[in-house]
């Protein structure tokens, strides 16, 4: 979850929401394209959008290395 500093808005404009969910498009395709580290990555289920906070379902993947 993500508040503002004493509940205050995070989102003010419209658009503000909009940028918002470019970001986290943007972080998703980089998490899902991260084959060639194979690190520990997760995956944004779902996420909801509110005028002070941010709420984020996140789920943890876990890829492994294999020996060729």
């Not at 995956?43 to 909801?48: E, K, N, R």
Request: charged content about 25%; aromatic content about 10%; hydrophobic content about 40%.
């Amino acid at each position: 979850m993500l508040r503002g500093i004493n509940r205050q808005d995070i989102f003010e404009e419209p658009e503000d929401y909009w940028t918002f969910i470019k970001i986290l498009s943007t972080v998703q395709e980089r998490l899902e394209d991260d084959l060639v580290t194979r690190t520990t990555i997760c995956h944004i289920y779902a996420y909801c959008l509110m005028p002070n906070h941010v709420h984020l379902l996140l789920g943890e993947k876990r890829w492994c290395i294999r020996a060729l």
